[in-house]
Structures are given as structure tokens and as C-alpha cells.
């Protein structure tokens, strides 16, 4: 049998300059919800003038929770971001508790929370990227059940497209995530420049009752900043990848910096191109809004709006999937999940194991079907663990003053983010109580019953090192050199 020597230095690669950070948290924020569904806030708002508010507002407050975010990742060099910045603040605090919640946040992001919403976002893709081509193809005519199963099998053909590009190379998934992020950008300025030109002629009539109707409800207000700060949810995302961006000190901030205030503007200014040709009533009743503002403004260009929804989905897969497997890297260094998963490819460096991980639960979740009402139960919990980040921030600004920070927010930021991460984590139970949340709390429990035995008290069961042999031969990895003591 031919040994292969393991290389000196396996282990992820600085690949990522400025620009592809920023196209990572454009790539990530930006999804099919901006062009099928910004209208939760609207709803709730109750005029257009206090809806462009509640947009801009949720802009400027993520790009708080991102800047306490940027000096995690300056203080904390590692991929991961909640999960990292939790083990490095607690870790040490108590044997059995100090690492357990950043335990339950590997679990429930790993095994639960982004590969099913790499489901529903690349079956979104598969049936926008097929509606340009519904009279072609004549689909209006194709039995629903048949049409649904195309749209699965689009979406499983998707997922192996993307999770073969993440497999492949770093500088693969960066190429292709740069060319798509222009792409969603410029669907977005289509968009935006329909609505100027419906300016320009004059259709200023659903604009014309200002914050005539606002609500003045503290639950409908509070309603309506829940939905805005959703839409903006991934503002985190460079910092699962730290340790492949170059200079992480200087880029990372920096590309959130720039980023956030792009997304914002982009999300405002489209919310007004769409109420330029549609009613609040129209808006709210609309099943895809961008659909229908491109039939009515955009013309025989009208096809633009589902090509971007295409383009915009599959490179928020894309970018999930390539961020969660760091997260499964970071987590198996420090012995919360199984060790094949930080192993490296030998050529490639990528972490194969965790991408072909993460590509099986995500295709489990797509032919099971129905999840969005599990994405559901879970969701409210990121804004949890971004409360816990938060905190994170200020015991490591305790118990490690000295370190270095290059970047460093102002204190009142890190309390605001908490509050508005507090806020975020309690408003959907209480203004829909329903037994759902129970289950959040029974997977969070199923998790503590894995951490007791597997990574409490290591416990490893035989067949482990025979399973790490058939990863190791399987996908030619081995194990990273920056492994966790």
C-alpha cells in the first residue's frame, strides 16, 4: 500500500482580499426576500414613510451588531464566529458548563439551522430559476405534483453544484461568489432605477400619504423592527471565515463596514422603487413582490426579477454552506464534533469532510420536504447566540483587557445589540406562543444529552477510528495543523 505523507502545514489558506469579503456578506444578506417578501414591515408599519424608517433604522442597528462582530474577529482570529467567541470567553469558566453553550450553538446551526435553510434557499432557486422559461417550456400546463418535483430535483442538482464548488477550492467558490454578488447587485439597481424612471413620469401617488396610518401600537412597531431586523440577518458572515481572509484585522471591519450601509441602501431604495407601481394593499397581498413590480414597470425585462431572485438564492446557499462547514472545522478542533471534520484536503485545502457533511443534511432536509416551520422554531435562536456573542464581547473585555484590539467599539454598542438581540429572541414567543418553541428547547435538550458522554466525558466508541480511516482514504484529507489542544 502507497502511504502518502501528510503535509507540514494543513489547514485553511488566506485567500480572501477586501472585496471577496464584502462579497461574502453581500452574498449572504442578500436573498430571495428582498424581491419575494419585504412586507412584513410595511404591514406592520402601517405607512410607507414609517416603513422607509423602520428599513433605514434596521440597517444602521445591524451594522451595530457587525461592528461588535469586527472586534470579536480582531481579538478572536479564528472561523467559527458565535461558536468561536463563546469558547473563547467560557470556556475556561467550568469544566461541564463553561463549554456547553457553544456546544449548543455548533449543534444547532450545524445539524439543524443551515443546512435547512440551504434547503428552502436553493429550492427557492430551483423555481425562480425556471419561471423565465415557464411559456417555453409551456410549466403553466404541468400538473402541479409533476411541477413540484422538478423544482426538487433543480433544487437537488443546485445543491450539488455548490457543494462540489466548496469541495473543490477556495479561490472556486471565491471567483464564482464575486461574480454573482455584481449579479444580485445589479438585480437590485434594475430595480432601483424602475422606480426612479416611475418617479421621473410622475407615479408618485402611493408615495403621496407619507406616515398618513402609522401605526402607533408599541406591538405593531415592535412587530414591524422584528421583520426589518430579519431581512438584514447575516451581517456576521465574514466572521465564520476569519482565518481565510488576509489581513482579518483590517479587512474584516472594514468589509463590514462598507457592506452594511450598501445592503441598506439598496433594501430602502427598493422598497421605494416597488411602492412607486404598487399600492400598500397590493404590496402586502402580493405573494412575490418584485414579480409583480416587474411585470407592471420593467416590461419585456420583467424576466430580470426572477433571474435575480436565481442569481441571488444560489449565492446565499453557496455562501451558507461554504461558512457553516467552517464552523464544523472549528468545533471538531476543540473536540465538540467528530475529528474527521476539521481534517483538510490534502491538495485542496478544504475541509471535505464537513462539506460532504453538510451537503447530506441539507439534501435529507430538501426530500423530506415541509421545514420551514422547523427553520421556524429554530431561527429565533440565532439572535440568541448573537446575544451571547455579544456578551462573549464583554467578559473577554474583563478577563482579557490587555490584548490587542485594532478595533475596538464604543461600550454603549455592545449594550444596544444586546438589548436588540433580547428583543428579537422574545418577540416571536410572545406574539405567537405556540408549542413549536418547544421543540427548540427539546433540541437544545437532545443536544446536552450528545455533550454529556461525547464531549464531557469523551467517550468514543470503537468504530470511530475505523469511520475516521474510510474519511481520511474517501477524501484524501488529514488532519489540520492548527488543532485544537
Known amino acids: 500500500m502507497t502511504v502518502v505523507a501528510e503535509p507540514k502545514s494543513a489547514g485553511l489558506k488566506r485567500e480572501m482580499g477586501l472585496m471577496s469579503a464584502i462579497n461574502v456578506i453581500i452574498s449572504v444578506m ?14 406592520y408599519s402601517g405607512s410607507v414613510g414609517f416603513c422607509l424608517v423602520v428599513w433605514t433604522v434596521c440597517g444602521g442597528i445591524s451594522l451595530l451588531g457587525a461592528l461588535c462582530f469586527a472586534e470579536l474577529g480582531t481579538v478572536v482570529p479564528r472561523s467559527g464566529a458565535e461558536y468561536a467567541y463563546l ?4 470556556k475556561k469558566s467550568h469544566s461541564f458548563w463553561g463549554p456547553l453553550p457553544s456546544f449548543i450553538c455548533a449543534w444547532v446551526y450545524v ?34 405534483e409533476d411541477l413540484h418535483l422538478l423544482i ?25 461568489n464575486n461574480v454573482f454578488g455584481f449579479c444580485k447587485v445589479f438585480a437590485c439597481l434594475v430595480v432601483i432605477f424602475g422606480g426612479i424612471y416611475q418617479l421621473a413620469i410622475g407615479n408618485t401617488e402611493n408615495l403621496a400619504g407619507g406616515f398618513q396610518g402609522t401605526n ?70 402580493s405573494e412575490a413582490v418584485g414579480i409583480d413590480f416587474g411585470d407592471r414597470a420593467l416590461g419585456s425585462f420583467s424576466f430580470l426579477i426572477p433571474l435575480g431572485v436565481a442569481l441571488a438564492t444560489f449565492g446565499c446557499a453557496l455562501s451558507i454552506q461554504f461558512g457553516v462547514t467552517r464552523l464544523c472545522y472549528v468545533a471538531s478542533q476543540e473536540g465538540q464534533m467528530l475529528e474527521p471534520l476539521s ?59 490587555n490584548v490587542h ?81
Open 30 to 43: 442578500i436573498g430571495s426576500g428582498i424581491f419575494v417578501s419585504p412586507t412584513a414591515a410595511l404591514r
Open 216 to 285: 402607533t401600537s408599541p406591538g405593531h412597531i415592535a412587530l414591524a423592527f422584528y421583520n426589518g431586523l430579519w431581512a438584514y440577518d447575516g451581517w456576521s458572515s465574514v466572521t465564520t471565515i476569519t482565518e481565510e481572509i488576509k489581513k482579518p484585522e483590517v479587512n474584516i471591519p472594514r468589509s463590514i463596514i462598507i457592506a452594511v450601509p450598501i445592503i441598506t441602501g439598496l433594501y430602502v431604495f427598493m422598497n421605494l422603487a416597488y411602492m412607486t407601481v404598487l399600492s400598500m394593499g397590493e404590496m402586502i397581498a
Open 111 to 144: 445539524m439543524i439551522l443551515r443546512p435547512a435553510e440551504i434547503a428552502v434557499i436553493i429550492l427557492t432557486f430551483a423555481e425562480y430559476s425556471i419561471l423565465p422559461f415557464r411559456h417555453l417550456l409551456g410549466l403553466e400546463h404541468m400538473p402541479a
Open 343 to 401: 481534517y483538510i484536503h490534502v491538495r485542496r485545502s478544504t475541509p471535505a469532510p464537513a462539506v460532504a457533511m453538510q451537503g447530506v443534511l441539507a439534501l435529507a432536509f430538501i426530500l423530506v420536504g415541509n421545514i420551514e416551520t422547523l427553520i421556524e422554531f429554530a431561527s429565533f435562536l440565532i439572535w440568541f447566540f448573537y446575544g451571547a456573542a455579544v456578551v462573549a464581547l464583554l467578559a473577554l473585555r474583563r478577563t482579557q483587557p
Open 405 to 485: 484590539r485594532p478595533y475596538k467599539v464604543p461600550l454603549i454598542v455592545p449594550y444596544i445589540t444586546l438589548a436588540v438581540s433580547v428583543f428579537l429572541s422574545i418577540v416571536p414567543v410572545i406574539s405567537d406562543p405556540s408549542p413549536k418553541y418547544l421543540f427548540a428547547v427539546a433540541f437544545i435538550l437532545s443536544g446536552v444529552l450528545v455533550y454529556t458522554p461525547f464531549v464531557y466525558y469523551k467517550v468514543r466508541p470503537r468504530w470511530i477510528n475505523k469511520l475516521t480511516f474510510i474519511i481520511q482514504v474517501l477524501f484524501e484529507v488529514v488532519p489540520s495543523s492548527s488543532k485544537s489542544d
Open 152 to 176: 426538487k430535483l433543480i433544487g437537488i442538482l443546485g445543491l450539488g453544484i455548490i457543494t462540489y464548488i466548496n469541495l473543490s477550492s477556495v479561490k472556486l467558490y471565491v471567483t464564482i
Open 87 to 90: 469558547i473563547e470567553a467560557f
